[in-house]
Structures are given as C-alpha cells and as structure tokens.
C-alpha cells in the first residue's frame, strides 16, 4: 500500500492537474469571447452602425472621440458615435494589434474615411463571463 507521504503526493500532484486543465479550458473560452466583440466592432465600424458598436460597452464607457471625451452612458455614447460617423462616414477599418491579459484585451485598429487616418483603441475586460468595452477612442 502507499505510504501517507506517497499519497499526500498523489493527491496533490491530481489536484495541480485538475486545476491546470480547468484553466486550460478557460482560455480559449475568453479568447473566443474577446474575439466576438472584436468581430461586432468590426462589423459595426465597417457597416457605420453607432447602435450595434454600443451593444459591446458597458453600462458607463470611457469615451474619446477627437475633441469629444468623458464617461457617458451606453446610450449617450451611441448618440456621440453616430454623430461622428454622420461626419466621418466610414471607408474601411481594420485591427491591427491586440494585446491579451488574463482578463482584457486592448485593441488597436486604423479607420479610414474619405480623407483620414484615425486610429482606434479600445479596452475590453471580462467581469462575470462576460466581455465589454470599458474604454473606446478614435484618434488623429
């Protein structure tokens, strides 16, 4: 039979892989999310669509667009978003970096209009299994 130290060992060597296999299964579950919301964005930017990017932040959103920024309400930020579409209609975006933290992701993205460049950063946290964009800009 074992010993109390052979199975003090075993029991806590199935424990470590218990749990590494539970985070192991996590992460590609909070990466697939980070990704959704990075797919809405992205359809929404192309599409011009301020109520379908609003569907993605949270309840108060840390807003800057060009000489616009404060923290507003879900529904006030989709009115600033569509205002600003309204003047700088949407050719094309497209992300072109993101950095994954344990629970966030930070995106950067390039929006072009008929005449300029801006660049697009957001902040997406999980909290409760569920991912929003806590922060948004669009900048020169």
Known sequence: MFSN???L????????LFNVS??????????????????LVTN???????????KTFHDKI????????GIYSNS???YIISSFFKKYPILSYQIVSQ?????????????HTADQKFKVCYLIKQENNTPKIYQFRIEK
């Open 76 to 78: 006030q930020a989709q």
């Open 99 to 111: 950095n994954n933290t344990f629970n966030s992701n930070f995106v950067v993205g390039i929006m």
């Open 5 to 7: 130290k052979k199975k």
């Open 44 to 54: 929404a930017m192309i599409s011009i669509n301020a109520h379908l990017l609003s």
């Open 22 to 39: 539970l985070i192991a299964q996590e992460e590609p579950d909070q990466k697939q999310s980070f990704d959704s919301i990075n797919q």
């Open 62 to 69: 840390d807003l800057t667009l060009s000489d616009n920024q």
């Open 9 to 16: 060992f075993y029991s806590a060597l199935l424990l470590l």
